[in-house]
């Protein structure tokens, strides 16, 4: 994402540079020349006094005014105040050398101090209004108006007004303001905003949509099925709006380090001053290196970086459609290592479809006989069956034959004197057909033509295609895997393995997932964390229950975004191991950035009490380690892999 | 009663620290977060002296950073 500069910011930077430049000549005429020598006499020093004042006052005269007025309401430890005690007291060491006839040096640190501050000031302003930017990109799916026809004509108003039951007119190119079900026309919409899902939807008469998807080919007209406070839209807005007042660990840390970072940094520079130079006598060495202190007790760079990277972590899983309520989350998330899963839904699609046919060679005709008898059947099972037989070998289904349904059993179709059964095992007992009994997982439908068993159609909740590579990439990860499920033991054991889910537990009951999670909780051990998936239907306990709740296919479940701690809004179980790649970058990431930045700051504070740097190297040190924690923490927002193209 | 603030020019991290260390010890404030990369405040504090909390709030933020103000 292109971020251009504000132009209050293009106005620093010109300054900055200008400023640069400026010091660039003063700095090499001084050092190749010698302006105090070149000059000569006593006040030889006036003259680099004045050509780097001018540089210090162009560069830093925002921060001498700011910190005076910060000084009139009492904020002693405010950085800018800080840089001006560095700085001046820097200046003033260069004045008394200058005085007492010694070799002019000082000037130029003061000026480089403030210099490289601002540089680092401006770059911490320009990375995170970058980052904000990225984020409020998907902020761009509020709508602005709605369309709503009312007595007859279109009338544009805000969507907040729009009452449920009224008809709402969506033009190509426009926002789906509010959610609702397609009264007349069709389209395809894009939903990459919401879900991260780049294919369009098309949807025509009688679909439900969402509010935040981008209308693309064709006009259509909406029946508001919600009002907008309570749309998708609003409660992904929200969410994500939240996210950042949920901190984290490592971003209380920092905050509570910087709280008395500051105040120690200084006191020690006051003792520093005060009983070396005391015992010594050499107040000005000892004044300087204090000043040196000063110059790195800015907290900035942690106080920055930190939440930078956790924002940033945020906004990279919400372009690949997974929502992260809060860094707490994604903190708990990098070390989650318990994964339980709900079967129905979550590993598996939830729905019924012919997984198979048996015997293999006579599968048309047994999927095609299958067909004639459920033709005109509503039955999930007669469904299943219809659509695979007409995705395998076409519409066309012979419609001569009387159709007798037997409750319970199945279905008997007949044609002349031709005779069709269509069910279960105790359909082709009552009709005396010779068969052996299929004992797999699953609703068997048998299939006989004219008394004889013709071969039986296996039909079962599908598998999601990504289900086992979920959990294996899991188990590589070396976590646990644990699946809940109210079917029954032949059903679950049978997925369990498919899967290589490592553990199960079959026959629950709602309540009793509850209890299973709580067990689980309470078993393992403290440093585990346990996530449980689920697809926020009847599941809202459990996904409140555990550490961390993740509901699948977010888009129009309600329920499911309110319990859960991470939302898929794609119904697609990669999002999973994405997010946990994301939460695990972002984790090492806060971890490098915490231990260098200290590392560097208390290096840069012993070097200095010894005496064995310069301002020179401490601001250098100080605004390098900045930028380099912002630039790491942006790292967080880089592509990911994804497993699918 | 919980409320959501935006908070403009809001321009450094430290700043929005101090002011939630500063807002928080105010008299009739139950908590607040200020985050710095949304630049917006939660404020939860007792109903019927919301607003003063808020005035007061709003000058606890003025000390630490003058230009910042609490949009309403």
């Not at chain 1, 992260?324 to 990098?334: D, P, T, V």
């Not at chain 1, 369990?496 to 079959?506: I, M, P, R, S, W």
């Not at chain 1, 309470?522 to 009847?538: A, E, P, T, Y």
Request: proline share 2%; glycine share 8%.
């Amino acid at each position: 994402m292109k971020y251009g500069l504000s132009k209050k910011e293009k106005k620093i930077g010109l300054r900055i540079l200008i400023s640069l430049a400026a010091f660039i000549v003063v700095f090499t005429v001084d050092k190749c020349v010698g302006l105090a020598a070149a000059v000569g006499g006593k006040f030889g020093w006036l003259l680099p006094f004045f050509l780097y004042l001018a540089v210090y006052v162009a560069i830093g005269y925002d921060v001498l005014y700011r910190a005076a007025r910060n000084i009139a309401h009492g904020q002693v430890f405010d950085e800018n105040f800080l840089m001006c005690v560095a700085t001046l007291g820097a200046f003033a060491l260069a004045i008394f050398r200058g005085v007492t006839g010694q070799d002019t040096e000082g000037f130029d640190e003061a000026c480089a101090v403030l210099l490289f501050y601002q540089v680092g000031e401006f770059f911490q302003r320009y990375a995170t209004g970058k980052s904000r930017k990225s984020v409020s990109a998907l902020m761009d799916i509020r709508p602005d108006v709605a369309n709503v026809i009312r007595d007859g004509v279109v009338a544009e108003v805000a969507p907040e007004e729009v009452k449920i039951g009224e008809i709402i007119v969506v033009n190509p190119g426009e926002k789906v303001p509010l959610d609702g079900v397609v009264t007349e026309g069709s389209s395809s919409l894009d939903l990459k905003a919401l879900t991260g899902e780049s294919l369009p939807t098309s949807v025509r008469e009688g679909d439900r949509i969402v509010s935040g998807s981008v209308n693309l080919d064709g006009k259509i007209l909406v029946r508001v099925e919600k009002e907008f406070y309570d749309s998708t839209v609003s409660k992904i807005l929200e969410l994500v709006e939240n996210a950042a007042d949920k901190k984290s660990k490592a971003e209380n840390f920092i905050t509570k380090f910087a709280r008395y970072y500051t105040p120690t940094v200084v006191a020690c520079a006051l003792l520093l001053a005060v009983i070396p130079g005391a015992v010594t006598g050499d107040w000005a060495g000892w004044i300087y290196r204090a000043l040196s202190f000063l110059v790195v007790s800015c907290p900035c760079a942690l106080v920055i970086s930190i939440p930078l990277s956790f924002f940033a972590g945020i906004g990279a899983a919400s372009r690949y459609g997974v929502l992260i309520k809060g860094s707490n989350y994604i903190e708990k998330f990098a070390k989650a290592n318990i994964f339980v899963f709900d079967k129905t839904g979550t590993l598996t699609k939830g729905n019924f479809a012919v997984s198979d046919v048996s015997p293999a060679d006579r599968r048309e005709e047994i999927l095609r006989l299958a067909a004639i008898c459920e033709q005109g059947l509503s039955h999930p099972i007669a469904t299943s069956i219809l659509q695979r037989y007409k995705s395998e070998f076409g519409e066309d289904l012979p419609s001569d034959y009387s159709v007798k349904n037997e409750a319970g059993l199945g279905v008997i179709a007949a044609r002349n004197d031709e005779r069709l059964l269509c069910g279960n095992a105790s359909l082709m007992r009552k009709y005396g057909v010779e068969f052996e009994e299929c004992d797999d997982s699953g609703t068997v439908v048998y299939i006989a033509k004219d008394g004889e068993l013709t071969g039986h159609i296996l039909i079962e909740d599908e598998l999601k295609e990504d289900s086992p590579a979920l959990i294996s990439a899991l188990k590589a990860m070396g976590a646990k895997t644990v699946m809940l499920t109210g079917d029954n033991d032949a059903v679950a054991s049978k997925v369990a393995l498919k899967t290589g889910v490592g553990e199960y537990h079959a026959s629950l009951l709602p309540a009793d997932k509850v209890s299973k999670v709580e067990e689980i909780l309470s078993s393992k051990g403290k440093n585990d964390s346990l996530c449980f998936v689920g697809d926020g239907i009847n599941d809202a306990p459990v996904l409140m229950r555990s550490d961390i709740g993740i509901a699948m296919g977010g888009v129009g479940s309600d329920a499911a975004i309110e319990a859960a701690d991470i939302v898929l809004m794609r119904d697609d179980l990669d999002g999973i191991t994405l997010a946990k790649r994301i939460a695990r970058r972002t984790m090492n990431i806060v971890t490098e950035n915490i231990v260098f930045s200290l590392a560097v700051k208390v290096a840069i504070l012993i070097l200095s009490a010894l005496g064995i740097t310069n301002m020179w190297i401490a601001v250098f040190g100080d605004v390098g380690v900045a930028v380099l924690a912002i630039l790491n923490a942006m790292r967080v927002g880089l592509k990911y892999k994804t497993d699918k193209k | 009663m919980k409320k959501v603030f935006k908070l403009e020019d809001l321009d450094c991290a430290n700043c929005a620290a101090k002011m939630q260390n500063a807002i928080e010890k105010l008299d009739g404030v139950k908590s607040v977060t200020i985050s710095f990369m949304t630049q917006r405040m939660t404020l939860e504090a007792d109903e019927e002296r919301f607003d003063d909390v808020l005035k007061a709030a709003q000058r606890a933020i003025k000390k630490i950073e003058p230009d910042c103000t609490i949009a309403r």
